[in-house]
């Protein structure tokens, strides 16, 4: 689950360096690829589970936070579904990959073929 997380917040936040680490990790880890293709597109799809597609709402959420609040009831659903370590655990991951993020582009990285 955290490599879904670093792919889809990566890609909100638009940083290539670190969508071609982190599906190149997901390959390693033996995610289906079609997790990874579609991960875009996760809410329109029955590929994911529903703690899956809970973690990725999650993640846009908080990726988005000015934007919008992460809301109760997406919190209230996370919890039945997560314990309180397992929460704070996507958070932290959340979190790390957002300020990862924000490092790798702001210090110029490209992915460069």
């Known amino acids: 689950m955290q490599e879904l997380i670093k792919i889809r917040v990566s890609q909100i936040n638009g940083c290539a360096f670190c969508l071609n680490m982190h599906t190149t990790d997901a390959r390693k880890r033996g995610i289906d690829e079609k997790k990874i293709y579609l991960l875009n597109a996760w809410e329109d799809t029955n590929i994911y589970n ?61 992915y460069n073929v």
Do not use: C
């Not at 709402?57 to 579904?81: D, G």
């Open 50 to 110: 529903d703690a899956e597609k809970l973690a990725l709402e999650l993640a846009e959420h908080v990726t988005l936070i000015s934007n919008h609040k992460v809301p109760k009831e997406l919190y209230n659903r996370v919890r039945e579904k997560y314990s309180e370590k397992e929460y704070a655990d996507l958070i932290f991951t959340i979190a790390q990959i957002n300020t990862w993020n924000r490092i790798s582009i702001s210090m110029g990285n490209e």
